[in-house]
């Protein structure tokens, strides 16, 4: 038995397969290859009409090229909760393509640590082994540098999303930018704070080795800051006392800070605990915006007690990989590049952006993810 079935208590495989005659692609009644069909775009006002654009110049070139044949992988952190949408949208894309794929992450809730890393670089190597000639990947950082060039040396091209690893050889990264992002949601919430002095508490990241969370925290201290806030920033924790510890420091400091504090922004998807400290210590009035569309998330924001929260478009990061592998397979990197100017920021950057919601905006927002069956 190989390594992916002695996963398969922590793994979730899904595997979709479509072939005809070696094409990647099957043919109509007359024995030509059909061209690639995407499902049309919904008709909403969260409908991000510029990345739907992006997709369909991709598939507009690769039908005009000759459609290969191509095998790929999308390796997730996990494939539950804030990762369901990604699930949902690679299969879609990988249907659309008909192309031989797999979208495999664990099912268990994850946490960062040896064990994650390692098992991550084992399913890199395994699907470059098993014939995956592009992976999607949402690594941990940069700790997954070294599996990724490897992965490139043999022959696949990755495209990182929600977590980039610049300094790898990966080909293109697809996601937020986060010191935009949280740029954002810091200016999101200083439409609602009161003069300054004050104090605002972000639940964010103060590490170092998490690039993209101190990034994004940055991004909106610096907003607040500038503005003539004082900002407190605590480190978010997803171990399993992590609520606990959370909840405890930022009531501890809406309790003693000064001045006071009035205003909290969460920029991962646990933002509500935000609101959690906020009633522990007997200040539920306070202004708190969020990220993310966690159930809990949308349940503070139906009290009226989280007015905002920030959604980073996961689905369609999931769904512009595949998509992304196969025209590098079919047109070129920088063909590819080329169709992604819009959207790309720099050399290899693609910015899917982030959908800001008001509280008042939750059932308009629950029926745009239905139409594309994004729901966490």
């Known amino acids: 038995m190989g390594r992916i079935g002695r996963w398969s208590t922590m793994v979730l495989g899904l595997a979709l397969t479509t072939a005809a005659c070696g094409s990647g692609q099957p043919l109509d009644a007359g024995g030509q290859v059909t061209p690639i069909r995407r499902a049309p775009a919904p008709d909403n006002e969260f409908t991000p009409v510029e990345l ?31 990762w369901k949408p990604v699930v949902t949208a690679a299969n879609r894309a990988m249907a659309e393509l008909g192309v031989s794929g797999s979208v495999i992450g664990p099912v268990a809730p994850w946490e960062d640590g040896p064990e994650s890393e390692v098992l991550q670089d084992q399913q890199i190597e395994q699907m470059v082994e098993d014939g995956a000639e592009g992976l999607g990947l949402a690594p941990f950082n940069d700790l997954q540098t070294a599996a990724i060039d490897e992965a490139v ?71 607040l800051a500038r503005a003539g806030y004082v900002v407190l920033v605590g480190q978010s924790t997803w171990t399993s006392d992590g609520e606990t510890e959370d909840v405890e420091w930022m009531t501890t400091q809406i309790g003693t800070a000064d001045p006071p504090v009035v205003g909290m922004i969460g920029l991962f998807n646990i933002s509500y605990r935000c609101a959690m400290a906020a009633e522990a210590a007997g200040a539920p009035e306070l202004p708190i915006v969020t990220f993310d569309f966690d159930p809990r998330t949308v349940d503070y924001m139906r009290q009226g007690r989280v007015k905002a929260t920030h959604i980073q478009r996961q689905y369609y990061q999931g769904y512009l990989v595949p998509y992304i592998l196969y025209g590098i397979k079919n047109i070129g990197l920088d063909a590819t590049k080329k169709i992604l100017a819009p959207q790309l920021v720099d050399d290899s950057r693609v910015n899917t952006g982030v959908d800001v919601v008001p509280a008042d905006k939750i059932d308009a927002y629950n029926d745009f993810l239905g139409s594309i069956d994004a729901n966490q």
């Open 52 to 82: 739907e654009a992006t997709a369909d110049r991709l598939v507009s070139e690769i039908n005009a090229s000759a459609i290969r044949p191509m095998q790929m992988a999308v390796v997730l952190k996990n494939a539950n909760g804030f």
């Open 153 to 223: 040396m043999q022959g696949a091209h990755v495209v990182t999303l929600d977590t980039d690893v610049a300094t790898s050889k990966r080909s293109i990264y697809v996601g937020t930018l986060n010191r935009s992002a949280g740029a954002t949601a810091g200016k999101t919430l200083l439409m609602m704070l009161p003069p300054p002095p004050g104090t605002v508490i972000i639940h964010g990241s103060t590490n170092a080795d998490g690039s993209s969370g101190l990034e994004r925290t940055q991004g909106a201290q610096e907003v």
